[in-house]
């Protein structure tokens, strides 16, 4: 029996293998460079995030009366509420604040915006139209 043919047809078998794993290796590098810059992208915009949310506490509220200067407590979420109502007419739940943050739908999150909203309440920011909706004192 004759061996040649069969050895050829392995060796090219072979050959296209070993091309196709030098082309996936390929892929592979150019697919971990792209994840690994975009994982340093996503770092950066964390960085930013903090810093601008580090930096929101600062930002006082204009109050419709220019002689009336309302000044927020000193946490980085309440700009942020703030914000959110700056951009609606409509009642807003403390889900729908988390939901538009990002912060997160468990009880405990939802709760402890629920009370930042009622502080707003206190300093006559927000206005509760109905028990836990609420909306931008105008």
């Known amino acids: 029996m004759n061996l040649n043919p069969l050895l050829q047809a392995l060796?090219?078998?072979?050959?296209?293998?070993?091309?196709?794993?030098d082309d996936?290796?390929?892929?592979?590098?150019?697919?971990?460079?792209?994840l690994r810059e975009a994982e340093l992208r996503l770092e950066?915009?964390?960085i930013?995030?903090?810093?601008?949310?580090?930096?929101?506490d600062r930002i006082p509220v204009q109050?419709?009366?220019?002689?009336r200067r309302l000044e927020l407590p000193e946490h980085p979420d309440y700009p942020r509420i703030v914000a959110v109502f700056n951009e609606t007419t409509d009642p807003?739940?403390?889900?729908?604040?988390c939901q538009a943050l990002d912060i997160g739908l468990l009880p405990?999150?939802?709760e402890r915006t629920r009370a930042k909203m009622k502080r707003l309440v206190t300093l006559g920011i927000?206005?509760?139209?109905?028990?836990?909706?609420?909306?931008?004192?105008?």
């Not at 930013?48 to 929101?56: F, M």
């Not at 927000?126 to 609420?134: R, V």
Request: charged content about 25%; glycine content about 4%; overall charge neutral.
């Open 48 to 56: 930013t995030r903090t810093t601008i949310t580090g930096l929101a």
């Open 44 to 46: 950066h915009l964390a």
């Open 11 to 21: 060796d090219l078998q072979e050959d296209a293998v070993r091309v196709l794993a």
């Open 108 to 110: 405990k999150h939802i």
């Open 92 to 97: 807003l739940r403390a889900r729908d604040i």
């Open 63 to 67: 109050s419709t009366d220019p002689s």
């Open 24 to 34: 996936l290796r390929t892929q592979i590098d150019t697919l971990q460079t792209q």
């Open 126 to 138: 927000l206005t509760e139209t109905e028990p836990g909706t609420f909306s931008k004192k105008h």
